[in-house]
């Protein structure tokens, strides 16, 4: 690994080749690539990433895939062809780590698999992220986000008790593989004896960690306590909850509720303990504004929060100030907010907010200063319908 220059990413030097769809393998790659790495990102001819059709769009531009895509190098090429391969093996020779999220003995089919690669280049790092790993009974059933969370023992958690389980509104299984991914690339990049390092990683495996808690409950099966209960953990004597209220003002907020803040507010409105606290906070906060019911209980040092979603965040001074939120400039869609770098660091100013490229927009790029073809042997590629 190359020794970054003071004013240069961490990982500046670094070759990633991405051959990830949709989120789990491109947010890996999206991490490494805003620390310096140089990824090159790999679509099907045509068709492309499926993220590119995924979420709003302005003027038929979607958001996503300009966010997940930005600091990358995108080539397409078509694997299933003979000229395909050789193209990816050579890249792989050049490159240290390989993302891939594809289902398990797909690669192998196509006269790639891990053994092959690491052939090619002992020390290249490989990040197999798969639905259910790439071993056991399951290795080849389809893998799916959503699926995978509700594998991981989180989902029983979400909802009422009375109510069917509730999945998270985004893609938490997918961000957290990406980000658990990105992190064992990093260290394994530190060793630099590595050989032949293959890291398999199951889409639920971050959330059954996190969850670790699960597997000793006092009671037989977790309890859904419902969204206003996140620390719940399904243990019923939980004392702790995070209700959310609205103002009058049609602000979304939450409160933390523990005995002690409990004990204070009961003073505060003069209630009777036995009353049900939340009706009575209810009906105050629906006829105060978000900043008198804010004031109250800063002075009474209870921790709240407005509820924010992206129209207040990309609004906010406080968001936009910390970086955030950053504005994207487009010479063609104009000016509108995306997420920034994290975490801080004072270097990823280097970093660009937004780049939606075209399928195969980087092909000269690559496969020409990259891996050095000339212009016969680029135009033989697109002529066979390589790239």
């Known amino acids: 690994m190359t020794n970054p220059q003071n004013n240069s990413l961490p990982l500046q030097g670094i070759t990633v080749i991405e051959l990830g769809t949709i989120i789990a393998g491109p947010f890996a790659g999206s991490l490494l690539a805003e620390m310096g790495a140089t990824v090159i990102k790999i679509e099907q001819p045509v068709l492309g990433d499926g993220l590119r059709q995924s979420g709003p769009k302005i003027n038929d531009v979607p958001i996503w895939w300009g966010v997940a895509s930005r600091n990358k190098k995108c080539i397409s090429l078509n694997l299933k062809n003979p000229l395909g391969i050789d193209v990816f093996k050579q890249l792989i020779q050049k490159a240290d780590v390989l993302i891939e999220n594809y289902r398990p003995g797909v690669l192998d089919k196509l006269g790639i698999g891990t053994s092959t690669l690491h052939a090619l280049s002992p020390k290249l790092i490989i990040l197999s992220i798969s639905g259910y790993g790439q071993d056991g009974s399951y290795a080849t059933k389809p893998g799916f986000g959503k699926i995978a969370e509700g594998l991981s023992g989180i989902v029983p958690l979400t909802g009422r008790p009375d109510e069917p389980p509730l999945y998270t509104g985004f893609s938490l299984a997918d961000a957290s593989s990406g980000l658990y991914g990105s992190f064992m690339i990093n260290m394994l990049l530190l060793d630099d004896d590595r050989k032949n390092s293959h890291i398999d990683l199951a889409l639920y495996e971050p959330l059954l960690e996190m969850l670790a808690f699960q ?51 009961i003073h505060q409105f003069n209630l009777s303990a036995d009353m049900h606290l939340g009706n009575n906070l209810r009906d105050w906060f629906a006829s105060n504004t978000m900043q008198e019911i804010l004031s109250l209980l800063s002075e009474l040092s209870i921790e709240a929060s407005i509820v924010q979603n992206g129209e207040t965040l990309s609004s906010n001074s406080y968001f936009t100030l910390r970086g955030d939120v950053i504005q994207a400039n487009h010479p063609d869609l104009g000016q509108f907010p995306v997420p920034g770098f994290f975490p801080k660091f004072e270097r990823t100013n280097q970093n660009i907010a937004f780049r939606a490229p075209q399928i195969g927009e980087d092909n000269a790029f690559v496969l020409k200063e990259f891996l050095s073809f000339d212009d016969p042997q680029y135009q033989l590629l697109i002529d066979q319908q390589v790239i």
């Open 215 to 265: 597997f000793h409950l006092t009671n037989s099966a977790s309890i859904r306590q419902g969204t206003n209960h996140p620390y719940g953990w399904g243990i019923p004597e939980n004392l702790v909850a995070f209700p959310a209220f609205q103002s009058i003002d049609n602000h979304w907020f939450q409160i933390k509720l523990d005995p002690q803040n409990c004990s204070t507010l």
